[in-house]
């Protein structure tokens, strides 16, 4: 069973998880510890197909897309997951489809993503959608329960980005032009990289970034990334 695997060794695609289902089924084989790699969920001595779980079900453990080679997310809108939920290293460019309500922590890193419409509105635990494309944050949730991190996409502005984090939050290797979006409560730290601030020099601007800063440095976010921001600022000026 390790090897039903798919193109390039990947899980196998949707398609085929029924026929893997009737295999198994007819050889009365006890694939248990690798159930999730074939496609299939196990659960209160039942097994599940991952990709047609019944409406409002709830999984009592995590989801494992990963590297599933998937272009489109089954629809699990209704299920709820107490545990994790993982889609990344995959080909979406939606996350349609996705679980209404996730306990543990969300990943879609490593895809197509241009936007986070369809994502979960309540996510307990992290919430990861680094190395994508994405433009906006549209369709994010507006409470995280520990870190989010959107790093190594092409934002040029924070807005729909979440209002409450109960951790970290990291915006670094984007295209920034300022910190307007940004949220309003932040546990821990706020990360971002040198190349944040736009490299305008109309007074206006330079006002309204400045006041940006000395409020952040009144919040718990990394002080000597505002610090450097702000000699930077004053090169600027002088």
Same mark, same amino acid.
Do not use: H, M
């Given at each position: 069973l390790q090897e039903v695997r798919g193109a390039r060794n990947n899980r +196998? @695609?949707?398609?085929?998880?029924p026929a893997i289902q009737a295999?198994?089924?007819s050889k009365k084989i006890n694939p248990d510890y690798c159930l999730q790699d074939i496609g299939i969920l196990k659960q209160n001595n039942k097994y599940y197909n991952i990709f047609q779980? +019944? @409406?409002?079900?709830?999984?009592?453990g995590d989801i494992d897309l990963t590297r599933m080679v998937l272009e489109e997310l089954p629809d699990m809108s209704t299920v709820t997951v107490m545990g994790h939920f993982m889609c990344n290293h995959n080909q979406l460019k939606s996350l349609q489809g996705a679980p209404r309500i996730i306990n543990g922590d969300f990943i879609c890193s490593y895809n197509q993503l241009t936007t986070l419409q369809g994502a979960p509105q309540t996510v307990g635990g992290d919430f990861l959608c680094n190395n994508n494309e994405l433009t906006s944050l549209q369709g994010a949730p507006q409470t995280i329960g520990k870190d989010f991190s959107c790093n190594n996409n092409e934002l040029t502005s924070l807005e729909n980005a979440p209002k409450t984090v109960g951790r970290?939050?990291?915006?670094c290797n984007n295209k920034l032009m300022s910190l307007h979006g940004k949220p309003t409560h932040i546990q821990r730290y706020f990360y971002w990289d040198n190349k944040l601030l736009?490299?305008?020099?109309?007074s206006t601007d330079i006002t309204n970034e400045l006041n940006t800063l000395m409020k952040l440095s009144k919040t718990p976010t990394n002080k000597k990334l505002i610090m450097i921001e702000l000699e930077k600022l004053l090169?600027?000026?002088i």
């Open positions: +196998p @695609k949707a398609k085929y998880i295999f198994i089924s779980l +019944p @409406k409002n079900f709830v999984v009592l970290d939050f990291f915006c736009s490299e305008r020099t109309d090169q600027r000026i």
